[in-house]
Structure formats: structure tokens, C-alpha cells
């Protein structure tokens, strides 16, 4: 009986590289996963309630602003769901390294 569930090389490969050409929800999962420490490093920096946080929480409310009206623009330019996962992945990135610095 043939296994249903096994993956193709092209799968295997989306795991490994972090492509998901052909494991479509792969950056969607991996967006939540990034996304999430990004939550926790923010809620440490906020639960400061100094000046610095003041600023985060109004930085984190207009970057997600600017990243909705991105995406938007993006999809009405013809950008593939996958291209624009993969912009907010890069957002998320950037997030997470600022963050981590300070």
C-alpha cells in the first residue's frame, strides 16, 4: 500500500533550505515561529514602562501599519502570497536582531 504522507525531494529540500517552493505552508509556519520571539523580546522591553518602551510600543504600532499597506501594495502589484510572507519574514528578522541588541 502506498505511503500517502511521504514527501518529495522537492519537500525535503523546502524543510532543509527554508524555500518553500514546494511546502507552501513552510514560511507561513516558520513566520509564525520567528514572529513569536519577536513577541516575547517586545513584551521584556515593554514590561520596562520606561521611555524606551514608550517608544517601542509606538515604533511596533507604525511598523505594522507600514507593513499592512506594503503587503497590500505588493499583492495589487501582482506579488505571489509567498513573496510577501517572505518581505514580513524579512521585517521580522530585522525586529528580532534590533531587539536582541539592545
Do not use: I
Amino acid at each position: 500500500m502506498p505511503d500517502h504522507h511521504s514527501f518529495s525531494a522537492l519537500d525535503r529540500h523546502a524543510v532543509l533550505s527554508g524555500s518553500d517552493d514546494g511546502f507552501p505552508w513552510y514560511a507561513g509556519a516558520m513566520l509564525a515561529v520567528e514572529a513569536s520571539e519577536v513577541v516575547c523580546l517586545r513584551c521584556e522591553k515593554l514590561s520596562h514602562g520606561d521611555e524606551a518602551a514608550g517608544r517601542e510600543a509606538v515604533l511596533m504600532v507604525s511598523e505594522k501599519v507600514a507593513a499592512a499597506f506594503e503587503a497590500f501594495a505588493s499583492l495589487l502589484a501582482g506579488a505571489t502570497p509567498a513573496a510577501v510572507v517572505q518581505r514580513y519574514r524579512e521585517h521580522v528578522a530585522a525586529n528580532a536582531k534590533r531587539l536582541s541588541a539592545n
